[in-house]
Antibody, heavy 120, light 107 residues
Framework: QVQLQESGPGLVKPSETLSLTCTVS??????????WGWIRQPPGKGLEWIGS???????YYNPSLKSRVTISGDPSKNQFSLKLSSATAADTAVYYC????????????WGQGTLVTVSS | DIQLTQSPSFLSASVGDRVTITCRTS??????LAWYQQKPGKAPNLLIY???TLQSGVPSRFGGSGSWTEFTLTISSLQPEDFATYYC?????????FGQGTRLEIK
């Protein structure tokens, strides 16, 4: 059974870079069968897809965040990461990592989520 | 970007009721539409994918249908554990947008 776990600082100062890591167990991020993605949810609001990475290193970003987002993978640790630069209060959210099948239109496995607050 | 609009945004219903939530897309999509249920403090849980395919382990009272720009999630007989917020998501093209959510509450 695949499991995903987000980790990283819960508090980030405005203008700094928000950095999170998703550790995957029970599967390999080097698998050609899946995309690995990040989704966020501001408190009390809806879900926003941030971006995804494929094992080849190809990345796909939400245009609304593209200038600030970097998603990368570390197969040696079976982790993938999110960096969001120039953070503002609007980036305060629960951040989820999730897995999507290559040929499937859905995210079936999600991490539990981690709250990141952007505040001085 | 493909915009998804769910209706209603809020729904009050009773145990045993049949409810339908609609998700309309701003452009036609080829069926890569998923439905999720989310309870407070929890990650979304996949219910339906590819418009109408029930995810393993999801009760059969949940059903999905639709095509092109209009999709529906139906719960045939509400159970107490179904009161939650529901989201649709399209994965037909990037960015993989979500609907704004439908909050289902007990009447």
């Amino acid at each position: 059974q695949v499991q995903l776990q987000e980790s990283g600082p819960g508090l980030v100062k405005p203008s700094e870079t928000l950095s999170l890591t998703c550790t995957v167990s029970g599967d390999s991020i080097n698998s050609s069968s899946y995309f690995w993605g990040w989704i966020r949810q501001p408190p009390g609001k809806g879900l926003e897809w941030i971006g995804s990475i494929y094992y080849t290193g190809s990345t796909y970003y939400n245009p609304s965040l593209k200038s600030r987002v970097t998603i990368s993978g570390d197969p040696s640790k079976n982790q993938f990461s999110l960096k969001l630069s120039s953070a503002t209060a609007a980036d305060t959210a629960v951040y989820y990592c999730a897995r999507r099948p290559y040929s499937g239109g859905y995210f079936a496995y999600w991490g539990q989520g981690t709250l990141v607050t952007v505040s001085s | 970007d493909i915009q998804l609009t769910q209706s209603p945004s809020f729904l009050s219903a009773s145990v045993g009721d049949r409810v339908t939530i609609t998700c309309r897309t701003s452009q036609g999509i080829s069926g890569y539409l998923a439905w999720y249920q989310q309870k407070p403090g929890k990650a979304p849980n996949l219910l339906i994918y590819a418009t109408s395919t029930l995810q393993s382990g999801v009760p059969s009272r949940f059903g999905g249908s639709g095509s092109w720009t209009e999709f529906t999630l139906t719960i045939s007989s509400l159970q107490p554990e179904d009161f939650a917020t529901y989201y649709c998501q399209q994965l037909n093209s990037y960015p993989h947008t979500f609907g704004q959510g439908t909050r289902l509450e007990i009447k």
